[in-house]
């Protein structure tokens, strides 16, 4: 009868979102979810675009984005991009929109790559487009990622292929007669390398929460899985359902469509590496986006709860749960068992779930390598590095179990930092956020 307590689709493992709303029954859920009808959304395209004639070469655009305070308007570059059809870069291959994906009620997913999308336009350059507008959405993730690549290009020497942009899709699950749609989310997927920003629900713009394009943050947190998947590939040779992995997981781990929801909440939870991975992943794209982004950009204030759940620099949860993975913490995510639930709002940490857990390691792993270094390029080249030490020593470790595996992915990035022995506080923080972690000597002994 656990399912019954749960409901809500907006926790797919790649998603920035970690905090979902939860609500008693999946019809309740389902109005929560319901938004602005994409008809709408189309009519905020500029009319000039239903003629090619009047494309012209894009400058600089007004964007919005939250700096800690308010949402401010600015101005990116967009030099960039070309003159084309298609809104493209060198490191944007595409901008699309559509409706691109839904599953059935086998939990079957229908995907829509970026072939399928309709590529977007902007015809003229001295419109003010709007806050809310389609364009404005596309120009604002579009410009996270140029940041997030420039970042990247300026810590390492591996040259990434561009993404597609999915900008505002319909994606709807199909129980019966129900549907249930994805909003208030972003997501990558490696396989496509396609980044995907979500509409708004109507909940969320009502009650004035900062759109997640509006947070720089959250563009650069996605860019952070497709850094992740390209440095460590291993990570997902193994997976039987490689074309959905950031969307599904398999169908046989929870009999439906419900697993796409939230882990934690359905039955036959199976605690696998993939589960390990999936919650390194999110820490990893957390620190990412962290590090690529500066000061005032990479503030989440404007959101619910991310402000102190997701803050790499947060060491605790929105509700005071101090950020640790010791052994209460780890039992609970390492338990093939579902724990009862007493979350009921995104203010709660889920320690079954990867985004809670990933925000953990995150933490720490800040924490620990801001005692060497207090430069985030300094900072991100370790991630890297971390990356690259875990594709060329995996097969050595990747068949253990899982509680030993997640102990070598984190104690390689313990070890990154270590130089003779450790100092006192590189000790205290190890102490604080991973008690519970040992390599074969300890790492500080006392
Ligand atoms: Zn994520």
């Keep these: 009868m656990k399912n019954s307590l749960s409901s809500i689709a907006i926790l797919l493992s790649s998603f920035l979102l970690g905090c979902g709303e939860r609500s008693k029954s999946p019809a309740a859920a389902i109005t929560n979810y319901t938004y602005t009808n994409k008809l709408e959304k189309y009519h905020l395209f500029d009319p000039a675009c239903q003629s090619h004639s009047r494309f012209t070469e894009l400058g600089r655009f007004s964007i919005y984005q939250w700096n800690d305070y308010f949402v401010a308007k600015t101005y990116g570059d967009f030099k960039g991009f070309t003159s084309s059809t298609r809104l493209s870069s060198q490191n944007i ?12 009620v086998e939990g079957n997913y229908y995907i829509g790559s970026g072939a399928l999308g309709l590529p977007l336009k902007i015809c003229n350059t001295a419109a003010d487009l709007g806050q809310k507008s389609i364009e404005t ?22 040259k990434l292929d561009p993404i597609v942009l999915n900008i505002l899709p319909t994606y709807h699950i199909i129980d019966g007669t129900n549907a249930r749609y994805f909003a208030n989310n972003a997501s990558f997927s490696p396989l496509f390398k396609e980044l995907t920003m979500y509409p708004q629900s109507q909940r969320a713009a009502a009650a004035g929460e900062v759109a997640m394009w509006e947070m720089p943050m ?5 860019f952070g899985h497709y850094v992740f998947s390209q440095h460590f590939p291993s990570a997902y040779s193994k997976r039987k359902n490689y074309r959905t992995t950031f969307w599904q997981e398999p169908k046989a781990r929870t009999g439906g469509y419900a697993n796409i ?20 992943s999110e820490g990893f794209a957390d620190l990412y986006g962290f590090y690529t982004q500066n000061e005032k950009a990479r503030g989440l204030a404007g959101s619910r709860c991310f402000h102190r759940t997701r803050s790499v620099k947060s060491s605790t949860f929105y509700n005071g749960d101090l950020k640790t993975l010791d052994s209460r913490t780890l039992n ?5 068992n579902i724990a009862s639930l007493k979350v009921e709002h995104c203010a709660d940490p889920d320690y079954q779930e990867i985004h809670s857990i990933g925000a953990i390691i995150a933490y720490g792993v800040n924490e620990l390598w801001s005692q060497t270094t207090s430069s985030a390029h300094e900072k991100a080249k370790l991630l890297v ?7 060329e020593e995996f097969s050595s470790f990747q068949n253990n179990p899982p509680r030993i595996f997640f102990n070598v992915v984190v104690d390689l990035a313990i070890k990154l930092v270590r130089v003779g022995s450790f100092s006192d506080n590189q000790c205290s923080v190890i102490k604080e956020v991973f ?5 074969e000597n300890s790492y500080c002994l006392i």
């Design 261 to 280: 929801m939230n882990k934690s909440l359905v039955g036959n939870r199976v605690v696998n590496n993939e589960l390990i991975i999936d919650a390194l």
């Design 385 to 391: 590095q971390w990356l690259d030490k875990l594709e």
């Design 332 to 336: 609970l995510f390492l338990s093939n």
């Design 93 to 104: 291959s595409n901008i699309i929109h559509s409706e691109s994906g839904k599953y059935d």
């Design 435 to 439: 008690p519970d972690f040992n390599n």
């Design 137 to 158: 959405v596309a120009l604002a993730t579009a410009y996270a990622v140029e940041k997030s690549h420039a970042f990247y290009s300026a810590t390492t020497h591996l």
């Design 218 to 222: 959250v563009g650069a947190h996605e």
